[in-house]
C-alpha cells in the first residue's frame, strides 16, 4: 500500500474542495476537509474500479449518501482520472456544471447515484447489494467468477437520523448483504449544531440489532481503515458498518464546530486551514505532485484489473453460450421467453389490480431480468410472481420477488438501486395512498431518469370501508406535476394491458400504474386502432358523433361510470375517451387533442380524483366532475352515493 500516495490524494482532496467551495461562495466543506481519508483510501487501495472505463459491469460502487459531501467526491474523481477536469472543479455549483451541488446520476462520470436529501443513499446502495448478488447466484459457475464485488457508502449522522436509512438497515440485515459495507463520518456535528441535542442513541448497538457487523476505528488512520474493510470482507453472513471517529472540518480555525458545516469558510480561514494542513497558502486548486503521481501509477493497475477481468469473461463466455446469450438479455433488457398477453372479452367484470397482476406475470416470463415486490401487499396489489425462482433470501439469491416488508420510502430506493447498478431493472408496489411515503424517492428516480416501475393498487375512493385516511383523492395529481414521471391510470383490464406494455417499453422516466380495486366491466371500444392511439395518452372509447354535445374526459374506474351515465341522456350526443395518460394527452399535438375531443359544444371531466391538472379542458368549472375533499369510512358503493360520485349524478350534470 503506497500511505504516501494516499496521504496526498487526501490533502489534495481537501485543496480542491475548499477553493471550489470558496470560489462558488457555496458549499459544504465541513466533510470534505473531515473526511477526506475514507475517500482517497477507498479510491487508492480498496476499491475494484477503472478510471477509464466507468461502466465496468463488475466494479465496486460507491453511493455517497451524504451528498452534501459532493467535492470530496468530485476532488478524488478528479485525481483519479475519472473525466472530471479541473474546469470541471472550478466550476462547482454554477449552472451546466459537471459538478452540481449534489452529485446527480448521468452528469459526472464516476458518480454512481443521485445522493439526493439525505438517508437515500444507504437505502440504494442495499438496492445495488440486492442486484450483485441476483446477478452472481446467475451467472457465476464453478469454474468462472464473473459477477464478484461490493457496494460502499458513506453517511453521516444525518443520513442515520432519517427514516429511511432504518428502514433499508434493517432489510439489509435481514437479508445478510454481506458485500455492502457503510462507513459512518461521525463527527457528531450537524447544522444547529452538536448532535447531542438530538441525537444520543446507540448507534453500534441499533445496527447490531439490525444483523450488521459493526466495526469501530479512525479517519486519519489509513492502514486502520483497509484492516477494517479486509474485516468487512471476511464476514459471510452480515452487512457491515464502519464507525470512523472524525473531526468536521479537519484543520479549518473552526473545525469541530458547526460554523465549518455548511458554508464556505472565507479566505481568511481558507488560507489558515492550507498553512495548517501544510499546503501552499498562495496557490488555489493546488494538487499535491505525489497524488497524481500515485493514480498514474494506479491507474495501470486498475485497467489491468479490467483487463483480467475481460479475460475471465471471454472463457466464461466460451464455455457457456446459453449463459452468455442470457447475460446479453440481461443487460440490454432483451426478451428472455415468450409469454401471451391476457385476454378478455367486452362484459368481463376484471378489477385492473388483478388484471395489472396477470400482466406482470406475462412481463416476468418475458423477462427473467425483472425483479421486484410489493410492500407487505403482495396479495391486494396483485403482485404474486407464479414463476419457479421463487423469493429472494439468504438462502435463494435467484429469487425474483422481494419481500420488502412495510418499508416503502426504502423499497422505491431499493429499486432505484437495483436499476442504478444495471442487468436487472426492478418494480416495486403498495397501495397509491402510500406514494406519499415514497415521494422524496421517486422525484429523485425521475430526476435521474431510471426506469422504475411502480404499481399502485386501490386507487381511489373506492377502497372504501378503510376511510379517507386509504383514499387517495389528492395523490393522482400531485404525481402528474413531479416532472418525467408518467403516471397510467387504466380504465379496464385490456387497457391494463397496454398500460404494462408502455411500461415496460419506456426507459428514461418512471412509470406509475394506478389500479383499482372494485371490478371494471371491460367495454366496447369505438376506436378500431385503440390498441395504439392509447399510446398518445387518450383515445375514443364511444364515438358520439364527429360534433357531439358533450365530450366526458374520464380515467380508470370513471370510463365505465361515464358509459353509464352517456346512456341515461339518450337527447344528448355525447362521446366518452378515455385518458389513460393525462400528461402525455396534453403534450400531443393541437391537432390530435382536437381530433380526440371532437367539435364538441361542451367537455366533461369524470375523474375520482383532484380537479389539479384538468382546468384547463372546460369553460365551466362545474363540469369538472371531480373529488376536491377527503372520502368517508364505509362499503365503497355507500361512499360514492354519500359523495354525490355516481353515474346518475354524472348524468344530472350532462343533462344541464
Request: aromatic share 8%; net charge negative; charged share 25%.
Amino acid at each position: 500500500m503506497n500511505v504516501k500516495g494516499i496521504e496526498a490524494t487526501a490533502l489534495s482532496i481537501r485543496s480542491l474542495s475548499m477553493d471550489a467551495i470558496q470560489k462558488a461562495n457555496s458549499g459544504h466543506p465541513g466533510t470534505p476537509l473531515g473526511a477526506a481519508e475514507v475517500a482517497a483510501v477507498l479510491y487508492g487501495e480498496v476499491m475494484k474500479h477503472n478510471p477509464a472505463d466507468s461502466k465496468w459491469v463488475d466494479r465496486d460502487r460507491f453511493v455517497l449518501s451524504a451528498g452534501h459531501a459532493s467535492m470530496l467526491l468530485y476532488s478524488v474523481l478528479h485525481i483519479a482520472g475519472y473525466k472530471v477536469s479541473m474546469d470541471d472543479i472550478k466550476s462547482f455549483r454554477q449552472v451546466g456544471s459537471k459538478c452540481p451541488g449534489h452529485p446527480e446520476f448521468g452528469v459526472t462520470d464516476g458518480v454512481e447515484s443521485s445522493s439526493g436529501p439525505l438517508g437515500q443513499g444507504i437505502a440504494v446502495s442495499v438496492g445495488m447489494a440486492i442486484a450483485e448478488t441476483m446477478l452472481a447466484a446467475r451467472f457465476n459457475t464453478p469454474r468462472h467468477t464473473i459477477v464478484d464485488h461490493y457496494t460502499y457508502a458513506l453517511t453521516g449522522e444525518g443520513c442515520l437520523e432519517e427514516g429511511v436509512s432504518s428502514e433499508a438497515s434493517s432489510l439489509a440485515g435481514h437479508l445478510k448483504l454481506n458485500k455492502l459495507i457503510v462507513f459512518y463520518d461521525e463527527n457528531k456535528i450537524s447544522i444547529d449544531g452538536s448532535t447531542d441535542i438530538t441525537f444520543t442513541e446507540n448507534i453500534e448497538k441499533r445496527y447490531e440489532a439490525y444483523g450488521w457487523q459493526v466495526l469501530r476505528g479512525s479517519m486519519y488512520n489509513i492502514g486502520e481503515i483497509v484492516d477494517l474493510v479486509n474485516i468487512a470482507k471476511a464476514q459471510s453472513e452480515k452487512p457491515t458498518l464502519i464507525i470512523l471517529k472524525s473531526i468536521i472540518g479537519k484543520g479549518a480555525p473552526k473545525q469541530g464546530t458547526a460554523d465549518v458545516h455548511g458554508a464556505a469558510l472565507g479566505e481568511a480561514d481558507v488560507a489558515a486551514a492550507k498553512e495548517n494542513l501544510g499546503l501552499p497558502v498562495d496557490k488555489q486548486f493546488y494538487v499535491v505532485p505525489e497524488a497524481y503521481k500515485f493514480f498514474e501509477e494506479r491507474r495501470v493497475e486498475l485497467a489491468q484489473a479490467e483487463a483480467d477481468w475481460n479475460e475471465e469473461f471471454d472463457a466464461w463466455s466460451k464455455e457457456n453460450p446459453d449463459l452468455r446469450k442470457k447475460w446479453d438479455a440481461y443487460w440490454s433488457g432483451a426478451k428472455t421467453g415468450d409469454a401471451a398477453d391476457p385476454v378478455y372479452k367486452v362484459g368481463d367484470s376484471v378489477a385492473t389490480r388483478n388484471a395489472g397482476g396477470k400482466s406482470l406475470n406475462a412481463m416476468c416470463d418475458r423477462y427473467e431480468w425483472f425483479v421486484g415486490g410489493s410492500a407487505d401487499l403482495q396479495g391486494p396489489n396483485k403482485t404474486k410472481v407464479a414463476h419457479d425462482d421463487g423469493t429472494y433470501t439468504p438462502e435463494n439469491r435467484k429469487g425474483r420477488t422481494i419481500e420488502y416488508g412495510i418499508r416503502e420510502f426504502a423499497m422505491s430506493q431499493v429499486v432505484s438501486g437495483i436499476n442504478l447498478h444495471g442487468g436487472l431493472r426492478a418494480f416495486g408496489a403498495t397501495f397509491l395512498v402510500f406514494a406519499d411515503y415514497m415521494r422524496g424517492s421517486l422525484r429523485v428516480a425521475a430526476l435521474s431518469k431510471l426506469p422504475n416501475i411502480y404499481i399502485f393498487t386501490h386507487d381511489s375512493i373506492y377502497v372504501g370501508e378503510d376511510g379517507p385516511t386509504h383514499q387517495p383523492v389528492e395523490t393522482l395529481a400531485s404525481l402528474r406535476c413531479m416532472p418525467n414521471v408518467q403516471v397510467l391510470r387504466p380504465g379496464d383490464a385490456e387497457e391494463t394491458t397496454i398500460a404494462w406494455d408502455m411500461a415496460m417499453a419506456d426507459k428514461d422516466h418512471p412509470v406509475c400504474i394506478c389500479l383499482s380495486r372494485q371490478n371494471i366491466t371491460v367495454y366496447e371500444k369505438a376506436d378500431p386502432d385503440w390498441k395504439n392511439t392509447i399510446r398518445a395518452g387518450a383515445y375514443v372509447v364511444k364515438e358520439g358523433d364527429a360534433v357531439p354535445d358533450i365530450t366526458v374526459l374520464a380515467t380508470g374506474s370513471e370510463v365505465g361510470m361515464s358509459l353509464a351515465a352517456a346512456a341515461m341522456v339518450p337527447g344528448k350526443k355525447v362521446r366518452v375517451v378515455s385518458v389513460m395518460d393525462l400528461n402525455l394527452f396534453k403534450s400531443q399535438p393541437r391537432e390530435f387533442i382536437n381530433t380526440i375531443v371532437g367539435n364538441t359544444k361542451r367537455v366533461v371531466v369524470a375523474e375520482a380524483g383532484s380537479r389539479m391538472g384538468w382546468e384547463g379542458f372546460v369553460a365551466d368549472k362545474d363540469d369538472l366532475f371531480t373529488i376536491d375533499r377527503f372520502g368517508e369510512s364505509g362499503p365503497a358503493e355507500k361512499v360514492a352515493e354519500d359523495m354525490g360520485f355516481t353515474a346518475a349524478k354524472l348524468a344530472e350534470l350532462l343533462k344541464k
